[in-house]
């Protein structure tokens, strides 16, 4: 561990890939599964996480923009790319200049990406069916006469993505795979049959459903650990994963406050006893919600410890009556485990009213990545 960081995450490359695998084995055999690294690889480094994908044989990542997809290329990055969330037209040539994949969301993009080339361009085209984002809502005879309008065109795959996977209460999983389903049908009887399909993400590997079995799944966050919870009446999860990202601090500084002593910017919090607090050297500019504001959680000497009064830029202060022998310099865990206390990025998001997700994605790049067997 970094001796000199004020504030760092430690990232365990064996639990990335340990993770990988637990999702191929869930997957199937005869299922490729495509990393997802967006995001910097939802904070844990997206360069260095492909790397450990790569070594455990994917052959597919995927990237939100081509910004994304150029950095794991400038990298040395060499596997194929999948840009998930649009190519701005300015960025076409990129897409070239650098073998990436785009998917495409439109008709027009078709004819767009297609006009004058003639060397084939490997796409995968999304069908909306029923998130109504990302995806073409287009009919299988649309699709299939831009195709052959456009022989710079090639769909390699075929893709959707499911709005509630891990929900077993709503039908939208079930009418979206019917619908994918319908459109792929249709495309295979115009005699276009992508190589690859896919709509399957972490939680649609956990949750499978009948029909959802398709060549290609694209999970994100269980390579980093988590799987939602279900609702309703939900098989078992499949996958067995584990956080693979820890998040500490240090303590600036200790006090002891009064009784009636307020903390913070505010005032917000007001002590009803004396109390012994440490300043840590993280705050929201770091990562840390906003929301936690006197009412989130940390791990101080093997104990939780609370948040007081608000969270600010780049401190937050706690609550540490329980082990008051913590000094200066001392480590505070905010995201992973102490002995046999622990706080994962799920814990800390039903506290703050948001997603795992946002934890996670939302530690800031001045927050020191530091990687570990």
């Given at each position: 561990m970094p001796q000199t960081a004020r504030c760092y995450v430690e990232i365990s490359r064996s639990r990335i890939a340990s993770n990988y695998r637990a999702v191929c084995a869930a997957a199937g055999p005869g299922t490729q599964v495509m990393g997802v690294v967006k995001a910097d690889a939802y904070g844990h480094g997206a360069v260095e996480v492909s790397r450990i994908l790569l070594k455990e044989g994917a052959q597919w990542l995927a990237v939100s923009s081509v910004?994304?997809?150029?950095t794991l290329r400038n990298a040395g990055i060499a596997c194929r790319i999948l840009v998930m969330a649009g190519v701005m037209p300015w960025e076409r040539d990129s897409v070239r200049a650098h073998c990436l994949t785009p998917a495409l969301h439109s008709v027009e993009e078709i004819y767009q990406y297609g006009a004058g080339i003639e060397s084939p361009l490997d796409v995968h085209l999304k069908?909306?069916?029923?998130?109504?984002?990302?995806g073409t809502r287009a009919n299988a005879d649309e699709i299939?006469?831009?195709?052959?309008?456009?022989?710079?065109?090639?769909?390699?795959?075929?893709?959707?993505?499911?709005?509630?996977?891990?929900?077993?209460?709503s039908p939208q999983t079930d009418d979206q795979i019917r619908d994918f389903n319908e459109v792929a049908g249709a495309l295979a009887h115009l005699g276009i049959r992508p190589t690859l399909t896919h709509c399957a993400s972490t939680n649609a590997i956990a949750y499978p459903r009948p029909g959802s079995s398709l060549p290609l799944v694209r999970p994100g966050h269980a390579i980093y650990g988590y799987v939602s919870q279900a609702r309703g009446n939900a098989p078992d999860s499949a996958l067995e994963v584990e956080p693979a990202l820890a998040w500490k601090t240090r303590i600036v500084t200790v006090k002891d406050l009064p009784s009636g002593a307020r903390v913070g910017y505010g005032g917000s919090f007001v002590a009803q006893t004396p109390i012994r607090v440490a300043v840590?050297?993280?705050g929201y500019a770091d990562g840390i919600s906003h929301r936690l504001s006197n009412k989130g959680k940390v791990i101080a000497g093997g104990r939780l410890a609370h948040i007081l009064g608000t969270v600010s830029m780049d401190l937050t202060t706690i609550d540490i009556s329980d082990?008051?022998?913590?000094?200066?310099?001392?480590?505070v865990t905010l995201l992973g485990r102490e002995g046999e206390v622990s706080l994962d990025a799920q814990q800390i998001a039903r506290?703050?009213?948001t997603i795992s997700y946002n934890v996670l994605c939302g530690i800031s790049a001045r927050v020191?990545?530091?990687y570990v067997e």
């Open positions: 910004d994304e997809g150029i069908i909306d069916t029923g998130l109504n984002r990302l299939a006469a831009a195709l052959l309008k456009t022989p710079g065109v090639r769909v390699e795959g075929l893709m959707s993505h499911f709005a509630s996977a891990a929900d077993f209460t840590l050297a993280a082990t008051p022998h913590l000094k200066p310099g001392d480590e506290t703050a009213g020191k990545r530091c």
